[in-house]
C-alpha cells in the first residue's frame, strides 16, 4: 500500500508539471502568434473616383472581387468598401492584410490581376494611404453576409 | 401487412412534410433576419485632425472608446481606428452600427460622452461621410486581439 501511495503522488506531481510546461509553451506560442499577427498587419485606405457613367459596373467588379479575395486568399482579412451616400463615385476601400507579403501575394493573384484589367477605365484616380491602427475593434458574430469565411 | 405499410408511408409522407415546412420557415426566417440586418447597417467614416501637441492622449482616449463600445454595445458592430503614416495627426475611424437606432444609442452612453469630453480640445476638425456598402467582407477568424467579441 505505501509504495503504492507513492508511486500515484510521484505521478502526480509529473501529471502536474506537465501540464504546468504545456499550459506554459501553449501561452507562449499564442502570445508570439498574437504579437506576430498584430505587429505585422499592413492596414491602408483606398480612395477612389469613378467615372459615373460605368459606375455601376464598377461595384459589381469591386463587389466580385473583395469576395473572391477575402475567401480563397489567406492574408486578406477585410475588405469594407463603400461609396460616398452624397458622392456615389467617391469610393473608399479599408484593407487589411495579414503582412506585407500577403499583399504582395495578392497582387499576383489571378482575380486581383482580372479586376485590374476589367476597371482600367472605370477608375479615374487611386489614392492609397497607407495607415497605422489605433484600435481594430470588431464584433466577430455573424452579422456578416454568409459568403464570408 | 398491407395496413403497416400503408402507416409507414403516411407517416414518412407527414414527416417529409414537416421537414419541409420546417426548412422553408427556418429559411424565409433566416433570409428576413439576414435582410434586414443588411438593409439596416449604417456605415460611416469619420475624418479627424487632431492637435499634434495631443497626438498620444488622444489615441489612448480613441482606443480605449472603441473597445468599450464594441464591447457593451450590441450595436456597434465595428471601430477601425488607424492615422496615416505619412500624415500622423490625420485619423480616420471606419464604424459599422447595426442600425441608426444602435447609433442614437451610441450617443447616449457614458463611454461616448466620456470620450467627446476628453477629447474636446484635441480634435481640431472633424467630418462624418455617411456611406452605402459596395462589399464588407471580413474574415471572422481569430486574428483580431482577444480583447474583441
Chains 1, 2 share one sequence.
Not at 11 to 38: D, H, R, Y
Not at 47 to 73: G, M, W
Not at 90 to 98: G, R
Request: glycine fraction near 2%.
Amino acid at each position: 500500500m505505501k509504495n503504492r501511495y507513492k508511486r500515484k503522488g510521484s505521478s502526480g506531481w509529473f501529471l502536474k508539471s506537465l501540464i504546468l510546461l504545456l499550459s506554459c509553451l501553449l501561452a507562449t506560442v499564442t502570445f508570439e502568434k498574437l504579437s506576430a499577427q498584430k505587429r505585422d498587419l499592413m492596414v491602408r485606405i483606398a480612395k477612389l473616383r469613378i467615372d459615373s457613367a460605368q459606375l455601376e459596373n464598377y461595384k459589381v467588379a469591386l463587389k466580385e472581387h473583395a469576395e473572391t479575395a477575402v475567401r480563397v486568399e489567406p492574408g486578406v482579412l477585410t475588405l469594407y468598401a463603400v461609396y460616398e451616400k452624397n458622392n456615389p463615385t467617391h469610393v473608399t476601400v479599408f484593407e487589411i492584410y495579414a503582412s506585407e507579403q500577403a499583399y504582395n501575394a495578392h497582387l499576383q493573384t489571378a482575380h486581383f490581376k482580372k479586376y485590374k484589367t476589367t476597371t482600367r477605365d472605370m477608375v479615374q484616380s487611386l489614392e492609397l494611404v497607407e495607415t497605422v491602427p489605433i484600435a481594430l475593434e470588431s464584433k466577430t458574430a455573424n452579422w456578416k453576409k454568409p459568403t464570408g469565411n
